[in-house]
Nanobody, 125 residues
Framework: QVQLVESGGGLVQAGGSLRLSCAPS????????MGWFRQAPGKEREFVATIAWGGGSKYYSDSVKGRFTISREDAKNTMYLQMNSLKPEDTAVYYC??????????????????WGQGTQVTVSS
């Protein structure tokens, strides 16, 4: 069983930056497609970004494109989400996810096999 652990969330003012990290416990994830999702109170979980194993392909939701950057360092067994120019509407619990079946799992939640517990990001206006 793979456990994903997110870190790096917190409270930040609008326009600020945060970097989230995600690392699996007990397994290396170099052959997993990975992604970030978020869920705001009262809303469904939504796709943020995804990265293929090997890191060559990345894909973002329109709402974060140009502000967020997804990356991975397989040597450190860690994935990141650099979030810049944060807006109050980015406030949500952010989840990392891993797919053992898809090199590039994309924005489709059922493509992912493992999920982290989430980390809270709050952007104040």
């Amino acid at each position: 069983q793979v456990q994903l652990v997110e870190s790096g969330g917190g409270l930040v003012q609008a326009g600020g930056s945060l970097r989230l990290s995600c690392a699996p416990s007990g397994r290396t994830f170099s052959s997993y497609g990975m992604g970030w999702f978020r869920q705001a109170p009262g809303k469904e979980r939504e796709f943020v970004a995804t990265i293929a194993w090997g890191g060559g392909s990345k894909y973002y939701s329109d709402s974060v494109k140009g502000r967020f950057t997804i990356s991975r360092e397989d040597a450190k067994n860690t994935m990141y989400l650099q979030m810049n120019s944060l807006k109050p509407e980015d406030t949500a619990v952010y989840y990392c996810a891993a797919s053992t079946r898809y090199r590039m799992p994309g924005n489709y939640i059922p493509n992912y096999d493992y999920w982290g517990q989430g980390t809270q990001v709050t952007v104040s206006s």
